[in-house]
Nanobody
């Protein structure tokens, strides 16, 4: 079973940038689409971005379009989320997960993802 480990979070001022990583251990993820979610205190976990198995396809939550970019390196078994022009509303714990196979491309529903990592905290100060 795959184990995902997120890293790269931290404290940054509004307008700053961070790059999150999601490393997979125990099983290759190169054949699977993957996603990023986030959860702010007192709120539900929400979809942020998804990337196809090849890295050629991506889609994003409207609020992060043009600011966040998902990418992956299948040789390193790692996915990334480049976050630019960060805003205080981006403050949350960020999680990565593997998309369930079979026709779920385009989904933003967290129940269509599995093998969640432990999360990495991103805090954006104003």
């Amino acid at each position: 079973q795959v184990r995902l480990v997120e890293s790269g979070g931290g404290l940054v001022q509004a307008g700053g940038s961070l790059r999150l990583s999601c490393a997979a251990y125990g099983h290759t993820v190169r054949s699977y689409a993957m996603g990023w979610f986030r959860q702010a205190p007192g709120k539900d976990r929400e979809f942020v971005a998804a990337i196809s198995w090849s890295g050629d396809g991506t889609y994003y939550q409207d609020s992060v379009k043009g600011r966040f970019t998902a990418s992956r390196d299948n040789i390193k078994n790692t996915m990334y989320l480049q976050m630019n022009n960060l805003k205080p509303d981006d403050t949350a714990v960020y999680y990565c997960a593997v998309m369930v196979v079979a026709g779920t491309w385009g989904t933003t529903d967290k129940t269509d993802f599995h093998s969640w990592g432990q999360g990495t905290q991103v805090t954006v100060s104003s």
